[in-house]
Nanobody, 119 residues
Framework: QVQLVESGGGLVQAGGSLRLSCAAS????????MAWYRQAPGKQRELVAH???????NYADSVKGRFTISRDNAKNTVYLQMNSLKPEDTAVYYC?????????????WGQGTQVTVSS
């Protein structure tokens, strides 16, 4: 089986930076897309950033120019560098990975990591 483990959340002042990491482990044959989502209290989960196995990226309009998604395919890890953080970025951030194990496909979510931005 495959699991995702996130790290890097925390409390930061507005204008500050945080870096989230999400590592996939287990019987992995390939990981196609990896992404970060977030869910603020009382709101639906929304896509923050997405990256393909080839490195193509796309971002929510609200984070363009401030957040950068990247991945290390050798480590099966995706990162989210968040700069110029705003209070409205406060949410639980979840990573998502889709790919294939040995004989099965997977579409998995991490456990979530809290990001709180104070004004």
């Amino acid at each position: 089986q495959v699991q995702l483990v996130e790290s890097g959340g925390g409390l930061v002042q507005a204008g500050g930076s945080l870096r989230l990491s999400c590592a996939a482990s287990g019987s992995i044959f390939s990981i196609n897309a990896m992404a970060w989502y977030r869910q603020a209290p009382g709101k639906q989960r929304e896509l923050v950033a997405h990256i393909t196995s080839g490195g193509s990226t796309n971002y929510a309009d609200s984070v363009k120019g401030r957040f950068t998604i990247s991945r290390d395919n050798a480590k099966n890890t995706v990162y989210l560098q968040m700069n110029s953080l705003k209070p409205e970025d406060t949410a639980v951030y979840y990573c998502n990975a889709r790919g294939y194990g040995l004989g099965y496909g997977f579409d998995l979510w991490g456990q979530g990591t809290q990001v709180t931005v104070s004004s």
